[in-house]
């Protein structure tokens, strides 16, 4: 299915949908169903009304929970009533709905997404306070669980989300191709690499062989990538990585490749931690 600003395609193969909806910015969100509920997985930028969207492909109440709390996951979480995220990223995310009304006035906001926000009032944009979900607590949708599994590093609360039945897991900005670890919230380079170990055992002990994250996701990452990916981290600790400096819009320091993969992180933050 294809709408003016959604590519939207079914990655279930059991019993109950599950739907892949990238936003045209790059920017992937993830719709799960089971009998009584539905989960929907981050909200990008909420460019449509996602509320109006999801009741396009499923009957049940939804319900969101976000995999970390950076604008371009949790901006479309003003059209639910129903938000879950980890506790130590509700900072990040209050101060992203409290600057939701000068931000759409911004002049680079209206040039790249003028054509969406043109009929939006923030006053009447009301962004809801969020519960608390941690690692270890499981989603029953009815019939379909979700596992919650905490992965800290790209944020202090990042999450990733398994479904053992699907042998898939949501990974939101922690398990990618690019990761970015030089954000003044990121966790150094030695812890993000401790909790992916944790993370990957997790996910071999659920048999997981798609891995589905929220930017990326054009095609699923396998279990041998996770490998990849942890092993490079091994080697930027370690001090034996080749590094390069960047700079994009979001900050600067230097750049580790490994193979198809690739970690940014701060000059502050990427020295070896024995």
Do not use: Q
């Not at 270890?136 to 989300?161: A, Q, W, Y």
């Amino acid at each position: 299915m294809r709408t003016d600003v959604y590519d939207i395609e079914k990655i279930s193969r059991g019993d109950y949908d599950i739907y892949k909806i990238y936003e045209k910015y790059e920017a992937c969100m993830y719709l799960v169903c089971g009998s009584e509920s539905a989960c929907l997985i981050d909200t990008a930028y909420g460019l449509c009304d996602l509320k109006e969207l999801t009741a396009s492909l499923t009957s049940l109440p939804v319900f969101v929970v976000n995999t970390h709390g950076h604008i371009d996951h949790v901006l479309g979480n003003h059209y639910f009533d129903e938000v879950y995220m980890h506790p130590s990223d509700k900072e990040m995310y209050k101060e992203v709905a409290d600057g939701f009304a000068d931000m759409i006035g911004e002049p680079w906001v209206r040039e790249k997404y003028g054509e969406f926000i043109k009929d939006a009032d923030p006053l009447l944009v009301r962004f809801p306070k969020t519960m608390d979900v941690r690692d270890g607590n499981i989603i029953d949708l009815g019939g379909k669980i979700l596992e919650v599994v905490g992965i800290p590093g790209h944020t202090p609360g990042s999450i990733m989300l398994i479904d053992r039945e699907e042998k898939i897991c949501f990974s939101g900005d922690s398990i990618i191709e690019h990761l970015w670890l030089f954000l003044e919230e990121s966790l150094s380079p030695s812890k993000y690499r401790d909790n992916l170990a944790r993370a990957v055992g997790k996910l071999r002990d659920a048999g997981v062989e798609r891995i589905y994250n929220g930017h990326y996701a054009y095609k699923p990452l396998t279990m041998a990538d996770c490998d990849a990916i942890l092993s490079g981290m091994e080697k930027v600790c370690a001090g034996t990585a080749e590094g390069r400096p960047f700079s994009n819009d979001a900050g600067s320091g230097t750049e580790y490749v490994f193979g198809e993969f690739s970690a940014l992180c701060g000059n502050e933050n990427n020295l070896p931690e024995m």
